[in-house]
């Protein structure tokens, strides 16, 4: 929704005096190549044709105080939209917008899909429409509540450099990338303006939090779209987003009469292979869902003791993001190369599965009457003995 004013056109900038040397910006890690505009702000671009409005995250360093480069790739949805201004030989309007609703940040961060605006997904989540407000230089809109807003335009070629910069992966590589160029035509901005900062490395930091989300929830749907049966799917944050944990039902095998193990594990990795957000982790378990793949001492347990060192998985070939230092050079300069789908699924009740050493899985059911009893004795609570499951067990039966 539209609005007549709103707290980032407080201060007005366009033309010399839209200048960066005005704002603090800062200088994240000691190996990056040089001051980075943006780590957690979100872009703003649409197609020539109008079709698709797109907001997105991705690094943007300053050049000097009228220009910046930043990260265009190819197999993101800025690059995308980029490339459709490339094949015309016309430079791209943008915005760049820092702050406001933590939700647009959140939203530009996920995996949203393919030709689906954030801003409608967001004003979606939210129950009511963003506020935005038109830009002063091209026709887009941005939040009315963000604190700093940049525009101008991304030139059609790759004329700059950018980079190093260390990233969410954890590592400070030395790598640089001829990326296109940003020029700033204008900056507004509300009074004493917060800029926020990831300063990605590491995990666990704001840059895994958000995509993690975003990508598990699409994972589910894709999956569950394709007709499988899916608990859920999460991408752990320790592990910096490279593995996605898919656990499945306990009654597949009654939902999918005549399958195994095997041909169901195929059945996830080739609806994974076939769509971008499948691609995105190079490392895929599939857990029964005794596991909480969202609980690292769960999640450690089952996958040292039910994936096999060498067997039971498949590899996947087809494009790869370029951000994933455990694959070879070659690999990645190429955008080429396999995820590994793991099966991981115990056997079939009655076919070899054995019971978790759990309070649940080994003890008698009349033993466990009697401790929660007197633990409820001892506590005072008369509830617990009937609310009280698994008291504590890293994974019941």
């Known amino acids: 929704m539209a609005a007549d004013s709103a707290p980032c056109k407080q201060n007005i900038l366009t033309g010399e005096e839209a200048r960066l040397d005005r704002f603090p910006i800062p200088f994240v890690h000691q190996s990056d190549?040089?001051?980075?505009?943006?780590?957690w702000g979100v872009?703003?671009?649409?197609?020539?044709d109008g079709r698709w409005t797109n907001w997105s995250i991705s690094r943007i360093m300053m050049i000097d105080d009228r220009h910046m480069t930043g990260l265009v790739l190819p197999g993101q949805h800025l690059g995308m939209i980029w490339r459709e201004w490339e094949a015309i030989g016309e430079p791209m309007p943008y915005a760049l917008f820092q702050g406001g609703d933590p939700g647009a940040a959140v939203v530009g961060g996920m995996t949203v899909p393919t030709e689906v605006d954030e801003g409608a997904y967001l004003g979606a989540v939210l129950g009511r429409p963003v506020d935005v407000v038109k830009c002063?230089?091209?026709?887009?809109?941005?939040?009315?509540?963000?604190?700093?807003v940049i525009e101008g335009y991304l030139s059609a070629t790759r004329d700059a450099v950018e980079g190093p910069f260390a990233e969410f992966h954890g590592w400070a590589l030395p790598e640089t990338s001829p990326q296109p160029?940003?020029?700033?035509?204008?900056?507004?901005?509300r009074d004493d303006p917060i800029w926020p900062l990831a300063a990605a490395g590491r995990p666990v930091d704001d840059s895994h939090v958000a995509p993690a989300a975003g990508i598990s929830a699409e994972v589910v749907a894709v999956l569950q779209g394709a007709g499988l049966p899916i608990t859920t799917a999460w991408l752990p944050?320790?592990?910096?987003?490279?593995?996605?944990?898919?656990?499945?039902?306990?009654?597949?095998?009654?939902v999918l009469?005549?399958?195994d193990a095997a041909r169901f594990v195929h059945r996830i990795g080739e609806v994974l292979n076939g769509t971008r957000v499948g691609r995105l982790s190079p490392v895929v378990y599939v857990l029964d869902d005794d596991?909480?793949?969202?609980?690292?001492?769960?999640?450690l347990w089952a996958l040292a003791t039910r994936v096999h060192p060498s067997l039971r998985q498949e590899q996947w070939h087809g494009p790869i993001m370029p951000w994933y230092p455990c694959f070879l050079e070659e690999e990645l300069h190429n955008g080429w190369g396999a995820i590994v789908v793991h099966d991981a699924l115990l056997p079939a009740v009655g076919s070899g599965?054995?019971?978790p050493a759990t309070f649940d899985g080994v003890f008698p059911a009349d033993v466990r009457a009697k401790v929660l009893a007197a633990e409820s004795e001892q506590t005072g609570d008369t509830g617990s003995a009937e609310q009280t499951g698994d008291s504590g067990s890293a994974a019941s039966s």
Not at 33 to 39: E, H, I, L, Q, R
Not at 238 to 250: D, K, L, N, S, Y
Not at 291 to 299: E, G, Q, Y
Request: aromatic share 8%; glycine share 6%.
């Open 33 to 39: 190549g040089g001051s980075y505009v943006n780590t």
């Open 353 to 355: 599965r054995v019971p």
């Open 181 to 189: 160029l940003f020029s700033i035509e204008a900056i507004t901005y």
């Open 43 to 48: 872009i703003v671009a649409r197609t020539p």
């Open 237 to 254: 944050l320790g592990a910096a987003c490279f593995w996605t944990v898919i656990t499945v039902p306990r009654n597949w095998r009654d």
């Open 291 to 299: 596991v909480d793949p969202a609980n690292d001492s769960d999640l």
């Open 136 to 148: 002063e230089t091209n026709d887009l809109e941005v939040p009315a509540s963000a604190e700093v």
């Open 257 to 259: 009469p005549g399958m």
